[in-house]
């Protein structure tokens, strides 16, 4: 005979570890229920029994008998039947995901009740009114949620009425003119479904069932768990549960508690009451609540249970509950709890206080606080009070709230600036010449480019606000407009962005700076002057699960930075050295016509020209560089980009050229020259093309010079009395040949300035591994790299074969909506792919090398989930943007636990 499952438990039977089978919900009715908590009896349908309904469109064979069985129990437990004429059971149906998914899905209540049983009701409960408001309920509800019709439909009868009465609440209309509305309420699900509404208890029960299985399913709930990350295939469980009335008279009621303050997680309870009302009035804020003080004072004797009630569940728990209650006729019900979601700042709260009162370990409090959460309290944030219009939204490039004058090129907003206005630069897209304007302007707006666009990462590498690839935005930056569906907004107003959320707003809102990040930059003394009581005590928990978290953590958190300034910040927001400097963004600004005339060199002896002119330059930027990172391990990459990113716009020149002979202006012969050399190196795809140690290997010279000016720098400051750690990183090495080659030249430099200094210097030679054929050699790369960096951005574009600039708008909404994955691989590390490729990389960097150093320094450096991977993987450190390294600490700290 084939086993039968278990699709149904009753609420006696589960515990609170059976979330996957029987949802959040009913795991916790079920631990309430064994903890002897006044919780009415009931019963969970699994979300097994759930997915088997959602495949193949059937509930499965044995369902409705252990359904039966199930309710039979009930009934013969409270001796009354589901809808009987006399004193019938009413039941609810309520949805309960493993994840909460706070409103997306369906609940019905007072199932049972019908034509005759409501007449029961009334007179079991000698209360008219009562019983006809639940009946009304029930026919609004079943209406909406099972048979689809139009919640306005019902509402502006329930309106109609209330005017006609002169009733300004519900409470007040009388029960005649509820049985009236229940009346028109059945005429309008006739009206609207060709059938009346169900009178058979049971049929009114499986059809709620089936409309909490299908609501799993509905648009709004499959767009939540996309963004929350939540599968697809994870179905609801569906409790019904015997009901309990709040709205029996004056002392009835129902309410939602919570054993903390979630917003702000101060100690002491905290809820809402609302009186004579079932669950839905308070979460639709119809009535005005009571707070529990007011409770407190109605109802001593309730309000003195939940309290006791409430202390019972966060010794259980051992965190924060959330509650909703009802109190029937002066007795408490307890209706669900759960851990119960908070803020940010709230979470740290919690956590140190409950290390406080000697609840969980310091350990505990680290896993209940996340990286995401610490990044959200860093970034200043708009008044959430506040009015606003949003026109768009789209990417959430690099957090924080920017309000700004809104500019259309970088020099704009350099001088605009410079006056001490505040400017949003909006561009169709960036380009290392838009550097100085992103430094002078409070935020970024692009209506092009995903995540790891030249805006999105040098953006979130200066801690800029960016919001990225704004589709719905036409930057016309000729005319000095933008538009965005049906506004135009023109150079000078303002606009707000928020780069936590992706979202664009007209005009200013106000925006809220964050003690975490004066505490985070300048410590705990500095931050503490002058702020509340509330902010004080969240810098304190940032600080003391940040210590914890670096005493925890095996992984070392390094910093990318290319200048001093960011070193310098990097530094004191508690990076251990800097894991990549990028050397071309040093030839941004004036410095870039050099490498221009570098390129142009025709002969040997105008190439050394340039490249002597570059020496000087570089070696003051590194002993800048290394002054702010004394003592740390400093990583300067050698130059990486293509060439052509430092000549000149390939069309624009031709056009100029193009006109310049047609209206026999003549040609400057520089200008040609410069559009030769521009054709010439043209790249279909330069992302692939002459890059990393390419370059070096092609431009004689120019790793040379970028070699003696690192040793010459480091020598200076060794000189100096410093402590220089520099180590030199070869870009986008795919042979070990390539290494040896270049290592031919650079390892002559380094020994020759080291000699002609006189100081013995230290500095490891080492390789990024950012292509799969650098990963899969690694044995072999390992022979010549003293120390390995996982570029993690290339790794993830050449594994993938995704370009990094240009997918995320064009592939990555589709492939995310379809499911191909669930968040962007450039944002949070592919395991499988990408991770797999880094694991053996690992692993045969070793096997030559067994004290190899490895690193991370792509953008998942900075990512709390592939932080994780990291330090499962081996590697000894990540380096990120300087504003995700306390992230990282936090997130590395987790990790070790
Ligand atoms: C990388 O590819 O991960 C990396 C750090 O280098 P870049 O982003 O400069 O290409
Ligand atoms: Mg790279």
Not at 621 to 638: H, K, Q, S
Request: net charge negative; charged share 25%; hydrophobic share 40%.
């Amino acid at each position: 005979m084939r086993e039968r499952a278990q699709l149904v438990y009753d609420f006696a039977d589960g515990d609170r570890s059976q979330t996957d089978l029987l949802g959040g919900k009913g795991a916790n009715l079920a631990e309430m229920t064994r903890l002897g908590l006044p919780v009415p009896p009931g019963f969970t349908i699994t979300t097994e029994a759930c997915r088997h309904y959602l495949d193949r469109g059937e509930e499965p064979q044995s369902l409705r008998v252990q359904v039966t069985m199930a309710l039979r129990r009930l009934e013969d437990g409270l001796g009354r039947r589901l809808g009987d004429i006399q004193d019938p059971l009413l039941v609810s149906v309520r949805s309960g995901a493993k994840v909460s998914m706070p409103g997306m899905m369906e609940t019905v209540l007072n199932v049972g009740l019908n034509d005759y049983s409501v007449k029961g009701l009334a007179e079991a409960a000698k209360d008219e009114r009562f019983a006809w408001d639940s009946y009304r309920r029930l026919i609004q509800m079943f209406g909406r949620t099972v048979l689809d019709i139009p919640s306005e439909r019902f509402e502006d009868r329930l309106d109609a009425v209330k005017t006609r009465e002169g009733a300004t609440t519900d409470v007040e209309l009388s029960p005649a003119a509820l049985q009236g509305l229940v009346e028109d309420f059945k005429d309008i699900v006739s009206d609207a479904t060709g059938r009346d509404f169900p009178q058979d208890p049971r049929e009114q029960l499986d059809m709620a069932m089936r409309a909490v299985f299908d609501s799993w399913n509905t648009d709004r709930a499959r767009i939540y768990r996309r963004r929350e990350r939540i599968p697809h295939d994870l179905g609801t469980a569906v409790n019904i549960c015997a009901m309990v009335f709040g709205n029996m008279g004056e002392d009835s009621g129902t309410g939602v508690c919570f054993t903390r303050d979630p917003a702000t997680g101060k100690q002491g309870v905290y809820g809402d009451y609302l009186v004579n009302a079932q669950g839905e009035d308070v979460v639709a804020g119809i009535r005005n609540t009571l707070s529990l003080e007011d409770f407190a004072r109605l109802d001593p004797a309730s309000h003195a249970e939940l309290t006791r009630i409430m202390r019972r569940l966060e010794t259980h728990y051992r965190d924060l509950c959330d509650i909703e209650f009802t109190v029937e006729r002066g007795k408490l019900w307890m209706l669900q709890t759960r851990v119960g979601k908070r803020t940010a700042g709230a979470a740290f709260r919690i956590a140190t206080q409950l290390v406080d009162e000697q609840v969980i370990t310091r350990d505990e409090a680290l896993t209940r606080v996340t990286g995401h959460q610490l990044a959200q309290l860093m970034f200043p944030q708009f008044d959430a009070d506040a009015p606003r219009t949003l026109l768009t939204k789209a990417m959430a490039a690099s957090p924080g709230a920017a309000v700004g004058e809104v500019v259309f090129d970088s020099a704009t907003a350099v001088a605009r600036a410079a006056e001490g206005r505040r400017v949003l630069l909006v561009r169709r897209e960036t380009n290392p010449d838009d550097l100085e304007g992103m430094i002078a302007a409070t935020g970024v707006l692009t209506s092009r480019g995903g995540k790891t666009s030249h805006a999105a990462v040098v953006a979130r590498g200066m801690g800029r606000t960016c919001v990225c690839g704004a589709e719905e935005i036409d930057v016309d930056a000729e005319a000095k407009v933008l538009r965005v569906n049906g506004t135009t907004i023109a150079e000078g107003e303002l606009l707000s962005i928020d780069g936590s959320t992706g979202e664009v707003f007209a005009g200013e809102l106000p925006v809220v700076p964050s003690p975490v990040v004066t505490y985070l930059e300048r410590g705990l003394d500095a931050a503490l002057e002058g702020v509340d009581e509330e902010a004080a005590d969240l810098v304190r928990a940032v600080d003391r699960l940040l210590r914890h978290a670096d005493r925890t953590r095996r992984l070392a958190v390094r910093a990318n930075a290319d200048n001093a300034e960011d070193a310098t910040r990097a530094r004191s927001l508690g990076a251990q050295g800097i894991g990549l400097c990028r050397t071309e963004h040093m030839f941004l600004g004036d410095r870039r016509v050099l490498i221009e005339r570098l390129i142009l060199a025709e002969d040997p002896p105008a190439r050394d020209a340039a490249l002597a002119e570059l020496l000087p330059l570089q070696r003051a930027d590194f002993v800048e560089l290394l002054t702010a990172m004394d003592g740390l391990p400093t990583t300067i990459r050698l130059l990486d980009p293509p060439l052509h990113e430092f000549l000149p716009d390939r069309t624009e020149l031709a056009v100029k050229v193009a006109v310049a002979k047609a209206t026999g202006d003549g040609v400057s012969a520089d200008d040609e020259r410069l559009l030769a050399a521009v054709e010439r190196l043209h790249e279909a795809n330069p992302m692939l093309g002459r890059r990393g140690v390419r370059l070096g290997l092609l431009v004689p010279g120019l790793y040379g010079m970028q070699v003696r000016a690192i040793t010459e720098a480091a020598a200076e400051r060794a000189l100096a009395g410093g402590d220089p750690r520099v180590e030199i990183m070869v870009p986008l090495v795919g042979s070990v040949m390539e290494l040896h080659l270049i290592r031919d030249e650079i390892d002559g430099i380094v020994a020759d300035v080291q000699a002609a200094a006189g100081v013995d210097l230290d500095i490891p030679i080492g390789t990024m591994i950012e292509l799969p054929r650098a990963a899969l050699t690694a044995r072999r790369i390992a022979e010549s790299a003293e120390f390995f960096s996982f570029g993690t951005n290339d790794l993830t574009q050449t594994t993938w074969g995704f370009s990094r600039d240009d997918v995320e708008a064009a592939i990555f909404a589709a492939y995310l909506e379809k499911g191909v994955f669930t968040v962007s691989p450039f944002e949070s590390l592919d395991r499988d792919g990408v991770g797999a490729l880094i694991r053996t990389a690992v692993e045969k960097g070793r096997e030559t090398r067994p004290g190899i150093k490895l690193g991370v320094c792509g953008e998942h450096g900075g990512d709390p989930d592939s932080v994780h991977f990291f330090h499962y993987a081996g590697v000894d450190y990540v380096s990120c943007s300087p504003f995700r390294v306390p992230v990282a600490r936090l997130e590395a700290g987790r990790a070790a636990l």
